[in-house]
């Protein structure tokens, strides 16, 4: 019996400990106990052909370049304070790889597959010492002319001196999450953010040579039409002015287990437990104002895309055939998007979950 037979043979009969198995060198391992605690690198590199990562490399369109594809240097977001976010419940204490580990990950799929762009998913990327570290080794291994990298980064994390040295070490597409306009939402939602910081750090960000893609939600139960409307006002603005480059639009989703979902429960604002409408296009929570005029908030953001002086600054950004292609990539998104939200729902029409929508808004005296 070969080895390779032999060692999934003892796994198949083998009671399975809890912990992530994984072959190496024809061997059979395992992490250990699964308590979201391991030492992260300890672990081995994605299999990028078992998880047909060429799949997902070309049609993504936050790529400028392609192939891309995706890591994650922590799991998730070291400030985890956030009512929204569910990922926090999935890991609730932050762990982050050592940046010699991520700059070896990376130096492998430039080598071996000829990655250009690389969108690093960790919730909240690393900053401090650890960013300083990262960025310094992609300069000493010439990594920075080779790839770009993108990821997510909370606004006031870093000043303009930061921006800079992550420009210098490769970096392009920075994702920021805007949620919202107003102070008192950002308050309440533990966002740990002043408006005017928004503005601020997308400023830097753009004059350090990056690209800010803020990301926007509405329909907080708390949260009236003209409130709704700021928050379109300032993404709109910032992204006339340039100090945003991209962005993504969506509804507020209070996701099952996150403090959102239990003070919406606990205050008689849930619409439906039917998760398929959980789907960041649908209100499932009561609102001050008519649920129609929701999507039509979305819609109009993605909008300024149509904007002239919007346009007029991608055209003039262009410099070769790559952003080219990736604003036609972009272009198709947007449209996607907009047509997303106005589209009628389909998937569970007639369902108790359409009925309880239905039921909820004429009995909430605030859902006219």
């Known amino acids: 019996m070969s080895k390779l037979k032999k060692s999934n043979y003892e796994l198949r009969t083998t009671n399975l400990e809890s912990g992530i198995w994984y072959r190496e060198e024809n061997q059979i391992k395992n992490t250990g106990e699964f308590k979201l605690d391991h030492d992260l690198n300890s672990l081995p590199f994605i299999d990028r052909e078992l998880t047909k990562w060429q799949l997902y490399a070309y049609k993504n369109g936050n790529y400028r370049q392609t192939p891309g594809t995706y890591i994650m240097s922590g799991r998730d977001c070291w400030w985890a304070g956030c009512t929204f976010c569910s990922w926090v419940q999935l890991y609730p204490k932050f762990r982050v790889r050592k940046a010699e580990k991520?700059?070896?990950?990376?130096?492998?799929?430039?080598?071996?597959?000829?990655?250009?762009?690389?969108?690093d998913d960790t919730g909240a990327f690393p900053v401090g010492g650890w960013l300083d570290t990262f960025c310094h080794g992609m300069i000493k291994r010439g990594l920075n002319?080779?790839?770009?990298?993108?990821?997510?980064?909370?606004?006031?994390?870093?000043?303009?001196?930061?921006?800079?040295?992550?420009?210098?070490?490769?970096?392009?597409?920075?994702?920021?999450?805007?949620?919202?306009?107003?102070?008192?939402?950002?308050?309440?939602?533990?966002?740990?953010?002043?408006?005017e910081t928004i503005i601020e750090s997308c400023r830097c960000?753009?004059?350090?040579?990056?690209?800010?893609?803020?990301?926007?939600?509405?329909?907080?139960?708390?949260?009236?039409?003209?409130?709704?409307?700021?928050?379109?006002k300032l993404a709109k603005w910032l992204l006339k002015k340039d100090y945003a480059y991209t962005m993504q639009a969506t509804v507020v989703i209070p996701y099952p287990r996150t403090p959102l979902f239990k003070e919406c429960k606990s205050n008689d604002l849930l619409l439906s437990l039917d998760w398929d409408y959980y789907d960041m296009k649908n209100p499932v929570m009561k609102l001050p104002f008519s649920s129609d005029k929701l999507p039509k908030l979305v819609q109009s953001l993605y909008s300024v895309s149509f904007n002239p002086e919007f346009i007029l600054r991608k055209v003039l950004s262009i410099r070769n055939i790559d952003d080219l292609k990736y604003f036609g990539r972009?272009?198709?998104?947007?449209?996607?998007?907009?047509?997303?939200?106005?589209?009628?729902r389909v998937k569970g029409q007639g369902s108790r979950g359409k009925r309880d929508i239905k039921l909820a808004e004429k009995r909430c005296c605030c859902g006219r």
Request: net charge positive; with cysteine.
């Open 102 to 119: 991520v700059l070896d990950e990376i130096e492998y799929l430039v080598d071996k597959y000829n990655v250009k762009e690389i969108m």
């Open 145 to 195: 002319k080779k790839v770009n990298l993108n990821c997510n980064m909370r606004f006031g994390a870093i000043d303009l001196a930061g921006y800079k040295l992550m420009k210098e070490a490769g970096f392009r597409f920075l994702l920021f999450g805007l949620e919202s306009a107003n102070q008192k939402t950002l308050d309440r939602i533990n966002k740990n953010l002043k408006v």
């Open 205 to 232: 960000a753009r004059k350090a040579g990056l690209y800010p893609h803020i990301t926007t939600m509405f329909g907080y139960p708390w949260e009236t039409y003209e409130d709704a409307k700021n928050t379109l």
């Open 330 to 344: 972009a272009f198709m998104k947007v449209m996607g998007h907009i047509l997303d939200f106005k589209r009628k």
